[in-house]
């Protein structure tokens, strides 16, 4: 299977997280900027679209953001519910959260905070959340509970 193919890419089975991170180094490869990518797995674990790079998101994942559908909430609140909300009409199985950060390896206070509260979002919406990683000057790694739970 050809890694510049980006259909073969996309027929790849992600069963383990190890899988993933790898799709995840041969699509990102390192850091450019601050953004965050939107990202879903079918039903078959293998990537599923859209795939929704986002640069404008907050510094403060607890900052309280109205909407007129779901009233006042956490920006993180708001983003899990958008995203179980795409993957839904995407048909798609679970949510893949990668945050892309210049900088090193180690877990800056920004990405904890946003690791952590999506977390939590994601548990009380009852959103299939698969991974979160973090993408660096040097590459990705997965985000663990243990990284972002103080």
Request: glycine share 6%.
């Amino acid at each position: 299977m050809s890694t510049s193919d980006p259909s073969a890419l996309r027929e790849r089975v992600l069963e383990c997280d190890d899988d993933l991170a790898g799709l995840l180094t041969l699509l990102l490869s390192r850091a450019n900027r601050r953004q965050m990518w939107l990202m879903f797995l079918d039903d078959r674990q293998r990537l599923g679209d859209p795939i929704m790079p986002m640069d404008d998101y907050p510094e403060n994942p607890d900052g309280i953001v109205s909407t007129d559908d779901l009233g006042d909430l956490p920006h993180a609140g708001l983003l899990v519910h958008r995203a179980e909300m795409i993957r839904g009409v995407s048909n798609n199985a679970a949510i893949v959260f990668v945050w892309e950060r210049l900088g090193p390896r180690s877990i800056d206070k920004e990405t904890a905070a946003w690791a952590r509260s999506m977390a939590q979002a994601a548990r009380e919406l009852g959103a299939p959340l698969r991974a979160q990683f973090l993408l660096h000057d040097g590459g990705i790694r997965q985000l663990y509970p243990d990284d972002y739970i103080s």
